[in-house]
T-cell receptor, first 112, second 117 residues
Framework: AQSVTQPDIHITVSEGASLELRCNYS??????LFWYVQSPGQGLQLLLK??????LVQGIKGFEAEFKRSQSSFNLRKPSVHWSDAAEYFC??????????FGTGTRLKVLA | GAVVSQHPSRVICKSGTSVKIECRSL??????MFWYRQFPKQSLMLMAT?????????EQGVEKDKFLINHASLTLSTLTVTSAHPEDSSFYIC?????????????FGPGTRLTVL
């Protein structure tokens, strides 16, 4: 069955530190992969997406993610976190017929 | 580009009444729209997939007679929560797929907070 796992429910980092949010997926075919960010009480904003080609994907706000087929992973990274990055982050896989399956999310807290 | 709006952003209603939530794609034609429900501090659960001009496809466990979905045009889908009860209180988010783009990307609305008293 298709699934997305985000192992870390909460992550706390200091401002200026590097960040990596983990995402593992289970999908039979080549997946479409996405990272979205959600601020409290808001909708989801697309950070980046992977469909094919270069496995290192650049997104908005200085984020990047790397698709590793052998590890079924699509981890999100940022070299230097800003206080405004505090939010909920969701990984999603395109599951055919345009549907997405979302992970459970990782809540990021940034310490000043 | 690719902006999706929802209206209202917040609604409070009495138990037993019906509530309609609108989802609009403002600058593209959305052949497919999706409705999600999100409980506090939880992920998004897909409720239904809505295709313009046809009946919505509901996910398992979602009552289609309770959550009526209409997708009458390429820019508008509506979700009506009928005979709402307190357990229907939640954050409802819609998304839209741009049918003109090759890539399969959903654009999300800002969400609607429904509180049923």
């Amino acid at each position: 069955a298709q699934s997305v796992t985000q192992p870390d429910i909460h992550i706390t980092v200091s401002e200026g530190a590097s960040l990596e949010l983990r995402c593992n997926y289970s999908y039979g075919a080549t997946p479409y992969l996405f990272w979205y960010v959600q601020s409290p009480g808001q909708g989801l904003q697309l950070l980046l997406k992977y469909f094919s080609g270069d496995t290192l994907v650049q997104g908005i706000k200085g984020f990047e993610a790397e698709f590793k087929r052998s590890q079924s992973s699509f981890n999100l990274r940022k070299p230097s976190v800003h206080w405004s990055d505090a939010a909920e982050y969701f990984c999603a896989v395109g599951a055919g017929t345009y549907k997405y399956i979302f992970g459970t999310g990782t809540r990021l807290k940034v310490l000043a | 580009g690719a902006v999706v709006s929802q209206h209202p952003s917040r609604v409070i209603c009495k138990s037993g009444t019906s509530v309609k939530i609108e989802c609009r794609s403002l600058d593209f034609q959305a052949t497919t729209m999706f409705w999600y429900r999100q409980f506090p501090k939880q992920s998004l659960m897909l409720m239904a997939t809505s295709n313009e001009g046809s009946k919505a496809t509901y996910e398992q466990g979602v009552e289609k007679d309770k959550f009526l979905i209409n997708h009458a045009s390429l820019t508008l889908s509506t979700l009506t929560v009928t005979s709402a009860h307190p357990e229907d209180s939640s954050f409802y988010i819609c998304s839209a797929r741009d049918g003109q783009r090759v890539t399969d990307t959903q654009y999300f609305g800002p969400g609607t907070r429904l509180t049923v008293l």
